[in-house]
């Protein structure tokens, strides 16, 4: 099975001020049609989880156009270009390529 | 757009079975892979299982493969998850997601099962 991980699991960060999250897969997430189904996914407090990017780097309807999403392969990165108080939460990247799909283990956004 | 809702979840006895429901509406559902997604409390979301379009495929994650039965009924618009042999370890609020991977998804609001004597 794939395994995700994301570094750092803790991230403090001073508002308006840029961010950015890694998230490595333990073998390529490039699927036989030529997409790499790479989703990050975002959880503020004791709210349901909400899709930023698929398939790397596009970002879902309503989506602020400071978060965006990058990489290839293994290696991928979300960037917050800077930081405002309403993204504060836990990110999480999930591959959608191979069964059965995975997250990662998730990033805390907080303010440092 | 389009709106889940989640029902059926509670308190269940470790060893018994619980059934899970998600009303879709507001898309066309038979068209859309479905899939559930948990996360016990304070912890991180887990994948659990998927179901294609037409029911004709199922993927499941390891942790309940065995145990857990992905279904749908197109002419409902509801998607279900049977979980059996309920453990402690199986703890946590459950999502219905539709298509988390492709270009539009979206999420319900989930429902809770606590497995405990």
């Known amino acids: 099975d794939v395994v995700m991980t994301q570094s750092p699991l803790t991230l403090p960060v001073t508002l308006g001020q840029p961010a950015s999250i890694s998230c490595r897969s333990s073998q390529s997430l490039v699927y036989t049609d030529g997409n790499t189904y790479l989703s990050w996914f975002q959880q503020r407090p004791g709210q349901s989880p909400r899709r930023l990017i698929y398939k790397v780097s596009n970002r879902d309807s309503g989506v602020p156009d400071r978060f965006s999403g990058s990489g290839s392969g293994t290696d991928f990165t979300l960037k917050i270009s800077r930081v405002e108080a309403e993204d504060l939460g836990v990110y999480y990247c999930m591959q959608g390529t191979h069964w059965p799909y995975a997250f990662g283990q998730g990033t805390k956004l907080e303010i440092k | 757009q389009g709106h889940l809702v989640e029902s059926g979840g509670g308190v269940v006895q470790p060893g018994r079975s619980l059934r899970l429901s998600c009303a879709a509406s507001g898309f066309t559902f038979s068209i859309y892979l479905m899939h559930w997604v948990r996360q016990p409390p304070g912890k991180g979301l887990e994948w659990v299982a998927a179901?294609?379009?037409?029911?004709?495929?199922?993927y499941y994650a390891d942790s309940v493969k065995g145990r857990f039965t992905i279904s749908r009924d197109n002419s409902k618009n509801t998607l279900y998850v049977q979980m059996n042999s309920l453990r402690p370890d199986d703890t946590a609020v459950y999502y219905c997601?539709?298509?988390?991977?492709?270009?539009?998804?979206?999420w319900g609001q989930g429902t809770l099962v606590a497995v405990s004597a």
């Open positions: 179901i294609s379009y037409d029911g004709s495929f199922t």
């Open positions: 997601a539709r298509d988390v991977a492709g270009d539009s998804t979206t």
